[in-house]
């Protein structure tokens, strides 16, 4: 299956109580079978949150989701991947 390539960035701007935090940002790479893009403005056009909340909703749903589906023979996985489908299923169909 063909995979979308992704490069994630966290970036703290502000600690637990508010103040600027510089650390330097988190980076790495990610894959995905769906384009996070296009379901992240999905997410957001839906209106069930708003927009920045819709955004780490979806994106991290697709990344839990992607090694949920890829190790969903390890044990640790399995139950998740399942529970996992269940409420991208009910989220998708708006219940």
């Known amino acids: 299956m063909r995979k979308h ?3 994630i960035s966290v970036q703290k701007l502000t600690g637990a109580c508010g ?3 510089e650390s ?3 980076v790495f790479q990610a ?6 893009i296009s379901i992240v403005e999905r997410s957001r ?3 069930l949150l ?3 909340d819709a955004a780490a909703m979806a994106v991290g749903l697709k990344l839990l989701g992607e090694i949920a589906l890829e190790q969903r023979n390890t044990p ?3 139950e998740l991947a399942q529970d996992l489908g ?5 989220l998708k169909s708006g219940n």
Request: glycine content about 6%; hydrophobic content about 30%; charged content about 40%.
């Open 24 to 26: 330097e940002a988190l």
């Open 5 to 7: 390539h992704y490069r």
């Open 86 to 90: 269940k409420f991208i299923r009910q």
């Open 45 to 47: 056009q839906r209106g």
């Open 76 to 78: 640790l996985f399995g």
């Open 19 to 21: 103040l600027p935090d």
């Open 31 to 36: 894959r995905c079978h769906d384009d996070i």
């Open 50 to 52: 708003d927009a920045d």
